[in-house]
């Protein structure tokens, strides 16, 4: 072999490493970004120098804010919420509140500070998709629409004849609203529709006389989930085969209720999510009734040898639909609704301010301060403000700003093993609790094993985080918590949060 040969066989072998070497460092990458949701130099810095169990990566900037707008339009919520305690004749105002949702385990409370004049609900949302959608649900909830059609019209992809009807008699109500403004933030207090809003429920309206099929329905509804994904694993974590078999046809059709009960010809497609304009598309990524319906507060209540799991949660919805039913009728109105499509921004003092004049008694912000560095976040919420405003939110990803909240974390194997054990062991401890009447497995449960151990990581770093999140704010009545790890929830270390500022002007 000539010296020009070899020469030749070294640079194709330097070749082949190289290019196994950036494979490599390209999916070490990936999988960091995935662990931390985005990747930069200062996230390499923080990563590379000495690290402690606990220590906050505090990004120099935010996570753009999602705006669902188009073609990832959500149907419902994707997580479960706390309870929420309405003071009798106040104001609480929903940002980004993509449905009802809060309402479901609401209650109306009395004390010294309540007045004898209904409720208002004051959502402001950044999805047309959302605002059309849950003001026509009022309107049916406000019109005595059959509380099997609002369930449908909220959470199914086949409808009855019947609710379809309903449906349109409620979307042609609210067509009647008086038109928003265009150069400042509507008013709070009154129902208007922003005209992408108003376009979007003409369009379905014309829609009724030519809906899909129920197999159209089928069909679009698989098509636009990853077959892999995790809601599978609920399927082999139920005890029954009974209730198996039921969950797995509603996550492959989309249907609830199954419509068991119907004939063929009874059945239509969802007009809201198969039959939208302007490039709106609902389920073009992954999502479920199932994350949102708070579980741990429904098992309770019965027992699986009498009543399926779907039915279980179909009870709830139609009790607590039913509630809200009430509220939004006369002769004794509790509550008014008022949906507005408007993204609340740190950079617009006049809507801010609008908000602020309510004197909100509470304010939800879903997961929004997932998407702020905290301190923006504090001076965002603290612009709009009342007196004594206690403010509820969720964060879904704050595990991505602390050390030690993951177990990619850890480079030890026998750490980790501990940990994925410790982690079952303490799912196996809770899981009778949460679930007395067994229709759940919590010994040898299905699941990936970072969802696993990350539950029980999450409690290890929680108080850090939580120190950096209200670090320089003067806040009291805090209350940062876990919710109990239950099957369904689609993120297993949701932190539900709530407090109020002092000394607020």
Known sequence: MSLNDIIEDVNKNIKKINTKVKAYYAKRRSNLEGRWRSWSKELSDFLSSPRQIGDIFARTTAIPYFSDTGSCALSFSNTHKQSLSLNQGKVHVAVGFVDLDLLLQATIVQNENSTKQPNKFIGYEGSVYAVAKTNVIVEMMMGKAPVRSIIEVWLSTVWTVETLKYFEIA??????????PNDKPPNPTKKELHPEVRSLISHWCQSVSSPKSRKNAHDLWASTFDKTDSIFAIVPNLVEPRDRVQVARHILTGEFPLMNDQQSKNLVASITMFNCNDGISPHSTSEFMLHMMPVNAILPKYQRENTSFLDA???????????????????????????????VTSDDSELLNSIKQLNASTMSWSNICDYFRARDFHKLIKACSGSNTVHIMSSMNWVTEVFGGHIADYDDSGVRRKILIDARKMILESGPAIDPSGYFRYDQIFKHPHNVSNVFLARRVKDNWQSHFFRGQDVN??????????????IHELLNISFRYNHLT
């Not at 979307?171 to 928003?180: D, G, I, P, R, S």
């Not at 009545?477 to 689609?490: A, E, G, P, W």
């Open 171 to 180: 979307a042609k109500n609210v067509l009647q609203f008086e038109n928003a």
């Open 313 to 343: 949660l179909c009870n709830f919805l139609e009790d607590a639909i039913t509630k809200v039913c009430t509220w939004l009728s006369p002769p004794i109105e509790m509550m008014e609704i008022y949906l507005h499509f408007q993204m």
């Open 477 to 490: 009545n805090v209350d940062v918590s876990f919710s109990q790890y239950v099957h369904t929830h689609r």
